[in-house]
C-alpha cells in the first residue's frame, strides 16, 4: 500500500482541471483495497474511477483511491449468449472493442463513451436508444464500511436515466470492482434507428451492417461532434436530456414548433438539451479559458486552464436560462465536486 500525498489530479480528470489530492493510492489489487478501507476507515475517502464524469471545482481533502483494477474474462456461454466479466480498471471504450473483436454484440452503440468499466453501471451510460441496463448482468462491490464483497443484480441496482441506486440511497457506500456483462455470440440484434447512425451507414455504403459497422458509425458520429479530451478538456455531455409531461410539451411545441423530442411513454417526452443551449445562444461562447463546445452544446470545455468553479458558474448560468426561456429544468449528468 503506497500512500502519496499533495498529488495533481490533472492526468486523472477529462476536464484536465489542476486540483490537488491530499493523499492519494492507486489501486491496482483487491486486496490493497481491502487493506486501505481498513487501515484507513475513519479517514474521509474519495473513490476516482476513469475521471470522466465529474467537475473537480476544489482540491480533495480526503484520500483519494485510484481504482485502477485490470482484466476481462469469458465466466460463462452457451450457443448464442457470453457473460463477460471486465474489472472496474478497465478502459470502456478499450473493452467495447474488445468484445467487438470477438464478436460479442449488445454494447457497440457505447462505442467511445468515456471513463472506465467500474464507473459504467453507477451512471447507468447510455447513446443512441442503448443503456448499459441492457446488457448488465451483475456486479461484484466491496462495502466502504465492512469490506464485504457483494453482488449486484440487475434489480438491486434500480437503474433509471442515467441513475443506479450507487447514485442514490447506496451512494459513496460501496466500490465497483468488476461489472459483468450478458452479451450476443451470434444472431446480434442491430440498433440503427436512433440518432444519425442509418445516415453514416449509407455514407459508407453499407447496407448489411455488423456490429462492428455500427461501432464504426457511431466512432465516426461521436468524432464529429465531440471533443477529444486529450486535445480539449472535457467530460462529454454535461447535461441530462430533460423528460417533460405530454402537457409541458404541449405548451413548449406551440411556442416552439421546431423542437425535436423523442416519445418517452404516453405521459412523457424527452426534449435534447443541446438544442434548448443552442437556441438560447451558448453554443460555441467562450468565455476566457471556458465555454460551450462549438460543435456540440451539450459539452463544456475547458481551453487550457480554466477553474473547474469557472465552468460549474457557466453551467448554472445555462440551467438558470434554460428554466428562464423554456421554464424547462436540465439536470447536470456530471459530477460537481
Avoid at 480528470?13 to 484507513?40: H, P, Q, R, W
Avoid at 475517502?45 to 471545482?57: D, E, R
Wanted: proline share 3%; charged share 20%; glycine share 6%.
Amino acid at each position: 500500500m503506497v500512500i502519496e500525498h499533495n498529488v495533481s489530479l490533472q492526468p486523472f480528470n477529462t476536464f484536465g482541471l489542476n486540483a490537488k489530492a491530499k493523499s492519494y493510492c492507486n489501486i491496482t489489487d483487491e486486496t490493497v483495497l481491502t487493506e486501505v478501507l481498513k487501515t484507513k476507515k475513519n479517514q474521509p475517502l474519495f473513490i476516482l474511477g476513469g475521471g470522466s464524469n465529474m467537475l473537480l471545482t476544489k482540491d480533495i481533502e480526503a484520500l483519494v483511491l485510484h481504482i485502477s483494477l485490470r482484466g476481462i474474462e469469458v465466466v460463462n456461454q452457451t450457443n448464442n449468449t457470453v457473460l463477460v466479466k471486465a474489472k472496474a480498471g478497465e478502459n470502456w471504450h478499450q473493452f467495447v472493442l474488445w468484445c467487438l473483436e470477438h464478436n460479442y454484440g449488445g454494447i457497440e452503440n457505447l462505442s467511445l463513451i468515456p471513463g472506465n468499466v467500474g464507473t459504467s453501471p453507477i451512471q447507468n451510460i447510455g447513446a443512441y436508444g442503448k443503456e448499459l441496463k441492457d446488457v448488465f448482468e451483475s456486479c461484484e462491490a466491496i462495502s466502504v464500511k465492512d469490506q464485504e464483497k457483494r453482488i449486484f443484480t440487475k434489480s438491486d441496482c434500480k437503474f433509471g436515466y442515467r441513475e443506479s441506486v450507487f447514485k442514490q440511497e447506496l451512494k459513496d457506500e460501496y466500490i465497483i470492482t468488476s461489472v459483468t456483462f450478458k452479451l450476443t455470440k451470434s444472431n446480434h440484434i442491430l440498433h440503427t434507428d436512433y440518432g444519425a447512425i442509418k445516415q453514416q451507414l449509407e455514407a459508407f455504403n453499407i447496407t448489411e451492417p455488423t456490429i462492428k459497422d455500427v461501432s464504426n458509425a457511431v466512432i465516426a458520429i461521436r468524432q464529429s461532434k465531440l471533443p477529444d479530451p486529450k486535445e480539449i478538456g472535457n467530460s462529454g455531455s454535461f447535461f441530462k436530456n430533460p423528460v417533460i409531461s405530454m402537457n409541458q410539451f404541449k405548451k413548449l411545441q406551440a411556442n416552439f414548433p421546431e423542437v425535436p423530442s423523442y416519445k418517452v411513454s404516453d405521459d412523457l417526452v424527452k426534449v435534447p438539451a443541446g438544442w434548448l443551449i443552442e437556441q438560447a445562444g451558448f453554443k460555441g461562447k467562450r468565455f476566457n479559458d471556458y465555454g460551450v463546445h462549438n460543435k456540440q452544446a451539450l459539452v463544456l470545455v475547458n481551453y487550457g486552464n480554466a477553474k473547474g468553479s469557472d465552468i460549474y458558474k457557466l453551467a448554472q448560468l445555462i440551467q438558470i436560462t434554460i428554466k428562464r426561456i423554456f421554464d424547462i429544468s436540465i439536470e447536470t449528468e456530471v459530477n460537481i465536486i
